[in-house]
């Protein structure tokens, strides 16, 4: 019998789990533990063992994604954190690059360090850009700190010198001296988290890993103590915030790499959908129950980035977070989801998140204790779902208690009855949605002229048609397994990792032996860690170039062949890096010299050609009807309600509707009609 495989995605709400063997696919959600994680995740895999009929010997592969470090991050709930850097230099992580987010805002307020000062602690040591010691390592200097550590209690540690990505040999003599005097504080250092020029981000990077280096390795020993303890042996992999999986072990070493795992799963998902269906330009839309992302998909491949802001101060600012350099699929990621908590601000107008009542208590339709209107509790009000039939049956939902929450919190301020004030509720989530792919296209230099919609996650198809309306989007997509569709999107990534080096050079002097050596380095580091759990299965490598004009400050990727390279590839990297940049600013600037400031090589398994499942045979049910209130219009009207399970293939259901499954449900707007595909999925279209 064929192996399953299972993905589990912690979220801030809900726990999503999939099972798959073969071409049958089992999905569930269970509440997040936030207290526990782990727990949560135990709980899950032994319900959908026991839904799927299978002992847990029979799981071949685990594949987890978790938002623990982003929340400790957000929360500010990591480990004491110390950051050992070169004497001069301690402010850095506090300076920043002395840019603004808001050059107005006379009373702006910028980010605060992971580290506080008095943690961060110089020592004498220099090497220039070139990485030739100018002033050795003072090693007493090092060693003297260790009672200060100790004294102040510190839990992890970060060391960060300058021009160590091009020389590490500092870094690593100071981190042999503190693990011998420290043997139970985790290290992190900046030439092996973020091996890259760029100081702020280098050492923000290395701070951040170090700052939840604790907490995620003590999760994952608990959570691989309890798997064991189930009788799961399989091999466990996390997803990596670019797109693919790694083991257990190096997301231990790295774990700010894990940062936007679960978000990534969600546009693999997206991307291994469009690719089903032929489409090549899609948008990604993730709701869940604390955020909703949203990801630009074009050829069958997210958007992907060199960095990433986490803890913005400044809601949609960019600029306004800690800036980290790791590999990541690039959304926009907003405090909208359906534990988004709605108030009315001083000015007198509706707000929605980014706080969110999470799993503990939740909204206050959950009856755990949550006073609180969320958004589930307005989708709820508005007649979107039906309160015995929420989540399969399994949570029952009381509409009186959400009624009483928004009443309190919106209607009573603004002189609106539930149903009113509920609807602003969720005018004002879809609008903030909106807004944000507004932004993601405008940033991305994109339109979504001709873009298909993806929606996913536990509210993306609640939401997907209005947020498609506002965008200016025709048609949406509901796939199978909609509901926990980033824990799908696990089981199709492929294990992978990404090396990132810096070594300066010119294409007027370009040294082709030089940067193919280091090329070669890169490449067997990361075969290294894709070895552990690649199974025999084939690979694939590709690398990059990160180049600009000289002078400039930003640089663009450019693709390099995976051989040795020879003096006469400089002509043509010229020429790609050229097209390249008139790609991005129109025309290439002819006369001035190209400079090379890093490199990426990413080596990744071709992840099996898995066959289509066939969608489920239709079962019997009869359609129903409760009154639902438009959100364009405030009308009550009556909108039939259909178990998706009983749609053929084929079947065309006109709006408005609701069709509603374990998971999710998916409205079909007045002006939509809904097409049940040759796959299953639902194909919704804007009549003209």
Same mark, same amino acid.
Request: glycine fraction near 12%; charged fraction near 20%.
């Given at each position: ?21 073969? @071409? ?117 200097? !090092?060693?003297?700190?260790? @009672? ?5 209690? !510190? ?69 691989? #103590? ?23 072990? #190096? ?80 959304? !926009? ?12 601000? !001083? ?116 939401? %997907? ?15 199978? %397994? ?92 010229? #020429? ?113």
């Amino acid at each position: 019998m064929q192996q399953a495989r299972l993905a589990v995605d912690i979220g801030g709400t809900f726990t999503d789990l999939a099972l798959e063997q073969g @071409p049958v696919r089992s999905t569930m959600k269970v509440l997040t533990t936030p207290a526990e994680p782990e727990k949560g995740v135990l709980d899950g895999v032994a319900a959908i063992l026991q839904q799927a009929g299978l002992e847990a010997g029979a799981i071949g592969i685990l594949v987890h994604g978790t938002t623990l470090a982003t929340n400790a991050i957000i929360e500010r709930k990591g480990a004491r954190t110390a950051l050992v850097t070169t004497q001069g230099f301690r402010d850095v992580l506090a300076l920043g690059n002395e840019s603004r987010y808001d050059q107005y805002d006379l009373g702006i307020t910028l980010p605060q360090p992971l580290v506080p000062r008095h943690l961060r602690l110089p020592v004498p040591e220099r090497l220039d850009n070139l990485g030739e010691v100018l002033l050795p390592l003072d090693d007493s200097a !090092v060693l003297d700190l260790v @009672p200060l550590l100790q004294r102040e209690a !510190v839990e992890s540690i970060a060391i960060g010198f300058l021009h160590s990505f091009t020389n590490p040999a500092h870094e690593r003599r100071a981190r042999d001296i503190l693990a011998q005097a420290l043997p139970n504080v985790p290290i992190s250092l900046s030439s092996d988290v973020s091996p890259e020029m760029r100081e702020w981000e280098r050492f923000s990077t290395t701070a951040a890993n170090a700052y939840v280096q604790p907490l995620i390795g003590g999760y994952l020993g608990r959570l691989e #103590t309890g798997l064991r303890a189930m009788g799961l042996q399989a091999p466990v992999f996390m997803m990596l915030s670019g797109g693919g999986l790694t083991t257990i072990e #190096t997301a231990r070493r790295f774990p700010i790499r894990l940062v936007e795992s679960g978000p990534a799963g969600g546009a693999i998902f997206a991307a291994d959908i469009a690719r089903q269906c032929g489409l090549d330009q899609v948008l990604s839309f993730d709701m869940g129950g604390t955020t909703a992302k949203v990801c630009l998909v074009d050829d069958y491949q997210p958007q992907a980035s060199r960095t990433f802001e986490v803890a913005r101060v400044g809601r949609f600012k960019k600029g306004s977070g800690l800036p980290l350099r790791i590999p990541v699929i690039e959304m !926009v990621e907003i405090g909208a989801g359906g534990g988004s908590l709605a108030h009315v601000d !001083v000015m007198g107008r509706i707000g929605v998140g980014p706080e969110s009542a999470g799993a503990d208590p939740g909204p206050a339709c959950y009856g755990r204790g949550g006073l609180d209107p969320a958004v589930t509790d307005a989708n709820l009000v508005l007649g979107r779902y039906e309160p015995a039939r929420f989540a399969g049956g399994s949570m029952a939902l009381d509409q009186a208690a959400a009624e009483q929450a928004l009443s309190r919190m919106v209607g009573d301020t603004l002189g609106l009855e539930p149903g009113m004030a509920a609807l602003g509720v969720v005018e004002m989530v879809d609008e903030n949605m909106a807004n944000a792919a507004r932004v993601h296209a405008i940033e991305s230099g994109k339109t979504y002229a001709g873009r298909t919609l993806i929606a996913f996650g536990g509210g993306g198809p609640v939401h %997907g048609y209005r947020v498609a309306e506002k965008v200016g989007i025709d048609r949406v997509l509901v796939p199978i %397994g909609a509901g926990v569709g980033s824990a799908i999107g696990f089981l199709r990534a492929p294990v992978g990792y990404e090396v990132v080096r810096s070594l300066y050079q010119r294409l007027g002097t370009f040294d082709a032996a030089a940067v193919s050596a280091l090329l070669a380095d890169m490449a067997a580091e990361a075969m290294g860690v894709v070895e552990l759990g690649r199974f025999g299965a084939p690979t694939r490598e590709s690398r990059i170039a990160f180049m600009r004009y000289v002078g400039q400050g930003h640089e663009i990727p450019v693709v390099l062949p995976v051989r040795t390279l020879t003096d006469a590839d400089v002509g043509p990297l010229r #020429t790609a890096f050229d097209e390249a940049y008139a790609r991005f600013y129109d025309r290439p600037v002819p006369g001035s010299d190209v400079e090379v400031m890093g490199y990426a090589v990413t080596v990744a398994t071709i992840p099996d050609a898995r066959p289509q499942a066939a969608p489920p045979a239709p079962r019997p049910g009869s359609p129903r009807e409760q009154p639902v209130r438009d959100t364009a219009t405030a009308a009550v009207s009556a909108w039939a309600v259909i178990d998706r399970a009983t749609l053929a293939v084929g079947a065309t259901v006109a709006g408005p509707a609701i069709i509603a499954e374990d998971e999710t449900s998916t409205l079909v707007g007045p002006a939509w009609t809904a097409t049940v595909d040759q796959r299953g999925y639902l194909d919704l279209r804007r009549l003209p």
